[in-house]
């Protein structure tokens, strides 16, 4: 069945950096485009970035444009979101979603000094 | 950017009821519309693609429909499991925005 499970949340100073991962299993993973989207704690969904199935193409929401990085890796099938200059703002649950089907269960991250 | 306006904001209902949400977009997105479901505490749940068509293993008693610039989701006899709240998303262009919620309450 198909599996997303992502990595990496934590505690981390405004201005800092923080990497995520999102393993996926039980499909063909370099067929999906991937997205990232996250969610402020009370607080709707907010769309972050998106990469095409061969990593050819990437998308970014302008509040992470320039800060935040998707990158795949289609032989390991595993999704990352590099994010630096990390500000308060940023604190959410991020969860990585294939196509428009699939979400994992979201991991953590909080900015905060 | 295209804009999404979710309404009502909030909705109750009792157990048995069909109730109606709309999304309607700011430009033409066709049919790229998706609704999701999300319960507290959890990753949201995806229920609808394509503005009218059921993930696998949704049942038909939710239904989406609409083209355009207006859409709805419909879900009927509501069960204690359906109260929850959902979101609906245009993927025509990006940034692939988020409507604000509808969250439904039990009456």
């Known amino acids: 069945q198909v599996q997303l499970v992502e990595s990496g949340g934590g505690v981390v100073q405004p201005g800092g950096s923080l990497r995520l991962s999102c393993a996926a299993s039980?499909?063909?993973?370099?067929?999906?485009?991937m997205h990232w989207v996250r969610q402020t704690p009370g607080k709707g969904l907010e769309w972050v970035a998106f990469i095409q199935y061969d990593g050819s193409n990437k998308y970014y929401a302008d509040s992470v444009k320039g800060r935040f990085t998707i990158s795949r890796d289609n032989s390991k099938n595993t999704l990352s979101l590099q994010m630096n200059s990390l500000r308060s703002e940023d604190t959410a649950v991020y969860f990585c979603?294939?196509?428009?089907?699939?979400w994992g269960q979201g991991t953590l991250v909080t900015v905060s000094s | 950017d295209i804009q999404m306006t979710q309404s009502p904001s909030s909705l109750s209902a009792s157990v048995g009821d069909r109730v109606t949400i709309t999304c309607r977009a700011s430009q033409d997105i066709s049919n790229f519309l998706a609704w999701f479901q999300q319960k507290p505490g959890k990753a949201p749940k995806s229920l609808i693609y394509?503005?009218?068509s059921l993930q696998v293993g949704v049942p038909p008693k939710y239904r989406g429909s609409g083209s355009g610039t207006d859409f709805t989701l419909t879900i009927s006899s509501l069960q204690p499991e359906d109260f929850a709240t959902y979101y609906c998303q245009q993927y025509y262009s990006f940034p692939h925005s988020f409507g604000q919620g509808t969250k439904l309450e039990i009456k």
């Open positions: 394509a503005a009218s």
């Open positions: 979603r294939r196509a428009v089907d699939y």
């Open positions: 039980g499909f063909t993973f370099s067929s999906y485009g």
